[in-house]
């Protein structure tokens, strides 16, 4: 079937609408899976829009797992869809795959505070204020990412469970350790520490997010509030 640059349907769609434009503007988090497909087919057909083929070819396939498995043949027999989609898509599916292969291998995982100060001690001896970190965890305890939350002293904390856990649920995080540093080398927890832990507990727990631990560092050494049993 004969391809055009853009199907009437997206000509007329507003152009800050547009799959490719609010991508740009807000990120691809933003995008719906048939707008994702959209910006990787670029068009349509003569019918229909992009976004109109991807809602089809995956109402076809049923979700994005089995889109993903489907073979070139089985994706060139849906309408719209010919050989230069069908290998797009099998070429994005491949990205995808070996991506997760590489962050599987590259991401520690987090049985113990031990583990949290392999990661961490290194990076906290070299602030000289007091800095506060989230490590975000997925399913496995593996580390997702490590997050600056705020710098500063412990003021600079009070908003921050909404911040900590936005970036959590942008990530899929499904748990998170907080962890920071007490620049006079002392790592003992203070009644501060202890109040921060108890917000920062109770409002993970309101969003189903699993809060593992808080943990304070000082000189060479650190001390873990869940081990202290204060979570």
Known sequence: MTECTYSTAL?????????RERLARLGAIALRDAELLAVLFRTGTREEGAVALAERLLSRFGNLRALSRASLEELMQVKGVGRVKAIEIQAAVELGIRLAR?????????????DVAGLLMARFKQCETEVFKALLLNTKNEVLKIVDVATGGLDATLAMPRDVF????????????????HPSGDPEPSREDVRITERLRDAAEIIGLRFLDHIVFGHERYVSLQERGLL
């Not at 000509?11 to 799959?19: A, D, G, Y």
């Open 11 to 19: 000509r007329e769609m507003p152009e800050e609408e547009r799959p």
């Open 102 to 114: 590489e962050k599987d291998e590259e991401r520690p995982r987090i049985h113990s505070a031990d």
């Open 166 to 181: 936005r970036q959590a649920v942008r990530d899929a995080a499904s748990a998170v350790i907080v962890c920071h540093n």
